[in-house]
């Protein structure tokens, strides 16, 4: 390749004198002897060179990789998995009995406070029922006082006296009934929150199957996963975990609030629940998020990327080391090392045992080498790299 790269610069050099009419040929001829026979020199000298590299070599020639730099670092495994947010103050709010709704006292969007009239159902006839029950019941106390005063005079008896108590007893527990009745007509808000949409309209039938409207509380939301059994003695209260928010381009760092205690034997995952604080209402209900927990930690090992470990027949894992001779570190092999493998996450795989920090492990080319073969490093990288 050399000796033709020559023959190319004087072929054009040659090209670029013939081009000149003021030259003679004979003296062009000369020339390009002259330069022939340099040529053919520095070919020799060329292979002379070659010679002495391989014999250095072991008569092998050097290989040419790359070479990542082992090093001591933290090193996490996280559980993925997804979730759905939920808000603990989310509920559609229906009628306890049936009726026209004659009133709708709030828009939607409007915040309203624990107890606030919502809606209002036609309670006329509960009304007049109550009336009639009211005066009923103040003529039953008026014979009843009476038979009460004969009674404690010892005039009359018993039996009248007790007609009379227990008919006031009676229209006292028929009003109270009927003013629970009443009281089902007019529905108030069960706790602080926004109307976030009304589904009914005035004159229409309400009835405790068919929702009226929906009544949200966001300042408290959760969010529910699923995380495998797999997983059971791993994952607890208080696991470190990170909430990606796609949608929101949004990361919340937190930890796990609670954990089921039942194995959902339809898809063998359980319950964890993260609760998080939304004062600004940011987080709605049934937002997904990509959901990663951490299951599994250490402060000081080494991992290493995944691509360097390779498995030989056997399946077992092993990486090429490179090696230096002890008189000149010029002078490389790669060694096959044998690893004893952890975790894997991302990319990255944990080292238990057979390599140390420091170590030069072979990346590039580690595919096309075999154990003792001489390399040569063209580029180191390390995890700061």
Request: glycine share 4%.
């Amino acid at each position: 390749m050399n000796r033709l790269l020559i023959i190319t610069v004087v072929s054009a050099f040659l090209y670029a004198c013939d081009s000149s009419t003021d030259i003679p040929e004979d003296k062009l001829e000369a020339r390009q002897t002259e330069l022939t026979q340099q040529i053919d020199s520095l070919t020799e000298l060329l292979k002379d060179v070659e010679r002495d590299l391989l014999a250095q070599s072991g008569g092998k020639s050097k290989t040419p990789v790359t070479a990542f730099k082992s090093s001591v670092g933290k090193f996490e495994h996280y559980v993925e998995i997804y979730g759905t947010l939920e808000a603990d103050k989310n509920a559609q709010i229906t009628a306890e009995t049936q009726g026209t709704i004659s009133s709708i006292r709030v828009n939607e969007g409007q915040y309203v406070k624990k107890g606030t009239l919502l809606v209002e159902l036609d309670g006329s006839i509960i009304q007049n029922n109550i009336k009639e029950a009211e005066t009923q019941l103040r003529f039953a106390k008026t014979v009843f006082d009476k038979q009460k005063r004969l009674w404690d005079q010892k005039i009359g008896s018993e039996l009248q006296y007790l007609e009379s108590k227990n008919n006031v007893e009676n229209l006292e527990s028929r009003l109270e009934t009927l003013r629970a009745q009443f009281k089902q007509t007019r529905i108030t808000a069960p706790f602080d929150g926004k109307v976030d949409e009304i589904f009914v309209k005035i004159g229409q039938l309400a009835s405790p199957q068919a929702p009226m409207l929906r009544l949200v509380n966001l300042k408290e939301v959760y969010l529910n996963a699923d995380v495998s059994e797999r997983y059971v003695t791993k994952i607890r209260e208080g696991s470190k975990a990170r909430l990606e928010f796609p949608s929101l381009d949004e990361i919340v760092y937190t930890t796990v609030n609670q954990t089921g205690n039942i194995i959902n034997p339809n898809n063998r995952t359980f319950r964890v629940v993260f609760r998080l604080e939304n004062a600004n209402e940011y987080f709605k209900p049934n937002l997904m998020a990509n959901v990663y927990i951490l299951d599994y930690a250490q402060d000081s090992t080494i991992s290493i990327p995944n691509r360097l470990i390779q498995q030989n027949a056997e399946g077992k894992d092993f990486v090429y080391v490179i090696q230096f001779s002890e008189d000149e570190e010029m002078i490389s092999k790669a060694k096959q090392r044998f690893v004893t493998t952890g975790m894997t996450y991302q990319g990255r795989t944990e080292i238990i045992e057979g390599i140390t920090a420091n170590e030069l492990i072979v990346d590039k080319g580690s595919r096309s080498i075999k154990s003792g073969q001489s390399v040569r490093i063209t580029e180191e990288i390390s995890d700061n790299d």
